[in-house]
């Protein structure tokens, strides 16, 4: 039956998939914000809006320009200050990033609240609640590994024989830096400026919770009108502008990604002589860093082994037993099966769609198609957690069975998250196949599966599994579509971190914080026996 | 052949998925209750346990569902209101119960031993029995002495403006606590407001005044109440009910905790809140759902409220312990400030007060974010990078 209807019937299934948890439910949205003028004029000549508006665009352009500095800096020590122990530095600078934003935000308050770290050691004391400076620095703390990694990458592959010429004309560093490195490392400056842009622009779990009301980001507003007010309208014309800014950010994202190292190839990169003195330096700064990035897991884990061991046994035996049933809405030994459950789902689910993207490329023999899979399978990427699962619950919610099969309905959520990434890593390794070897298997006579299990599967072996570890790394860090959609019984660590952040019952939060921070870091170390992580889409 | 390896192996990956996910169960031949997250929960008392027996039906054939305040029910309810799932509402109060008839959520039913409660409560609450009430109390401000030195013998809302005694205060969230919401109505009635045909929105300035002077907002009552309870945090003031000292009384014979409302020439002020359930439209466990309301206000349970839930029952005929007697303001003592604000009002002005609120509340402080002029410098310092490398690239 598959045979007989060709490579076109792989591309079904992820089409299902796109048009019914995405494209549809968008629609939706659009539908609604579309419906009345009134609406808009309403959001528009709202106070609230514009303040909360440039509040999210002022909280993500600081956090761009401080993750921007320190982690430029921090890219360029890794890439020509040769600190001591750099194989082990630059992957530790990365972990921040992929540690899911609530373990951060926990580690992050046990620093500053009162009677915490900062109090203790130094007698300072920063308040964290209603504070945009705690939002910024929070923000800031997850996104320097972004530009610590791919200006790294960028600064290693500096054209060797400019710096050369330079160095002969009598160019300076500072002139050299000016004239040749920066405008090199620009589209890469860019394109992580867009990225942690992105990120700080829809965040939502930070804001939500330290932000008190008074601060909000178009996410959480997104989410106080449609989940505690009901009000679709205006939730759903808030996400429309929400989307456009995202769409243009990933334009421009995927314009400047696409320009990064053009100019590297053939010639040998620059490396700089790192006298004892840099490389002290270096190593000196990228430590600071890593302590300062690294700090929320650590109290995390210092926190919670301490109130382990001044627990009573009872207390101990709590953590798992129904003692927090009432909190959390179902047991935490459910919330871990839940948040595995969901992690696996999604690696193999989204490997799976991935797979049957390149089997119908395969048959398709078409630059086109596989432009316009890549833009439509990016697109999500523009759309956040809150509008995907408002969407979501716009088309589905009326339906009888909705809430008793939301774990679907989160999943997709989780899916959506992932598969930008996980097609547009699996693409790229496709396109190392070569093309000649595609044309003989077919003039052979191999089918498609044939063809990619022979031809193919060799050459994406690698990503498909990187990807399917990325995207389980994804699922378990997600925070807003469960958060929104989940029913007592679904809920994930994050979200029932979420759930306890203001409870006085700190061992169980803080036992999932250290949990939700050893799988990411257990993830993460996989995927780097793999190969370099990329942290690019 | 391989198309039917790789079919297997997807058929591999869906039973993976389907091991991993736990098959949803039906639902119809449960019970299905919506409740907040501290209903008689302190120091605890099992209704479902309880009820299970009183119904002869296994206790797994009730299902509560916990939510972390009575805000989240109602939105719950509502957004499921063409396929409802619960068959019955537990927390909606006499604020709520008109944004829960808007939306026709609720079916109104008489419950057996309806003539035992106290006739005014369901009279403020339902009187056509959408609700049924079962319990309520007066929303106090409630301090802990040993680490708060009181507010003398009058009290007015004006004392939590105080920048000291603000930073100690913690309120809930009116958008999504009952709580929260209470305290608010309380404080238009109390400073007075356009709808109510004052000349300003003092209130306003009230909660301009409590964001501005770092009081601190918490979701629901509970996490208020963790805050409270926590030294660290520095929270000995918060948003409860004149009930709360009890909770000490009653359990160690001693408080150094003292709730109190607003006192004008030894006159007591307060707002009423007045706690329902009801059975929800379109529930497909209508008997069931009758015979629990039924047993939520007979004597089995109302006896409960006074040890585990620290509010007065509805019904009359249970006896007020002691130790309530000893630590708080008496409820006949207290002239309700709800009379002030009608049913009707709410209804059409709740959502027009809560969206001024949020705006009020986020405007009190800016605390260091610029206003436009940050905007438009970041504007022209992007457009000054950009002509200078166009300019550089033409030349070049």
Redesign the interface.
Known sequence: M??KLGGQFWLFPPLVFFLAFYYLPLFMVFEIAMSSMFAWQKVLA???FT??F??T??QA?MTTIFAGVIGTVAGYALAHGKPYGKRILSPALTVPFLLPPISILVGFVLFF???GILTSLFGLKF?V?????AIILAHTLYNISVFAKMTESAFKTEPGDLHLIGEMQGANFWRRLKTITLPYVYPTILAASLITFLYAFNSFAIVLLIG?????TLEVMIY?RT????DFMSGAVISIIQLLINMIVVVLYLRYSRKEGAETEGGEYYQPIATRSIRLASTAFILFILILTWFPIISTFIKFFQSYEHATTIQRKQLLSGTFD??L?TSPLRVIMNT??FA??TG??GI?IAVMIVLFLQSSHSELNQYLISFFTILPMATSGITISFAI?LLF?????????V?IFI?AAHLLAALPFVIRSVLTSYGYVPEEMLGVSEMLGA?A??T??KIVYPFIKKSLTVAFLFASAISVGEFGATYYLS??EWITVSTAIG?LF????TMLPLFFASLLSLLALSLFMIIEGFGEFDLKV | M??A???TM?GI?LF??SI??PV????NDKLVIYTY?SLL?DPGYDFVGNFSQFAGIPKENIKV??F?DA??IL?RA???K??P?ADVLIGIDNVMVHQARAAGILEAYKPNGAENLRQDLIESLASDYLLTPYDYGVFAVWYDESRFSGFGNNFSLDALRNPEVASKLVVE?P??SSVGLGFLLWSIAEYGATALGNSSDTWLDFWSDL?KN?A????SW??A???F??A???RSIMISYTTSPAYGQCNYGEDTTNAIVSKKEGKYTGWFQIEGLGITKGSSNKDLAKKFVDWFISDELQSQIYGNQYMYPALETVETPQCYVDSTISKDDIVPLNSKISGELINQTL?TW??EW??T?????S??????S??LS?SSIIAIVLIARRKKVLKA
């Open positions: 598959i045979m709202s106070s609230l303040r909360f440039l509040f665009i002022y352009i609240e009162p009677g308040e609640f209603g504070n945009p400076w008190e009301v008074k601060y909000q106080i989940r505690l007010r009901l009432y909190l809405g595995i459950g696996i789902s193999i689910i799976s619950l919610g009326s339906d009888r069975n909705f809430s008793s099969l774990w999943l089918d599966v044939r990619f299990r029913r007592g759930k203001n409870s006085r019952y | 391989h198309t390896k790789l079919t997807l990956a993976l998925l991993g996910m949803p169960q039906a639902q997250d929960a569902v916990k972390e805000g989240s939105t509502i957004a499921e063409d396929s799932v969230n958008q999504i964001a770092d601190r907002l918490t979701p509970g996490d109440l963790d805050l309870f926590d660290k945090a520095n959502d809560l969206a949020e705006e509340w986020a405007n009190a402080t605390n260091g974010v610029p206003g436009f940050f905007y970041i």
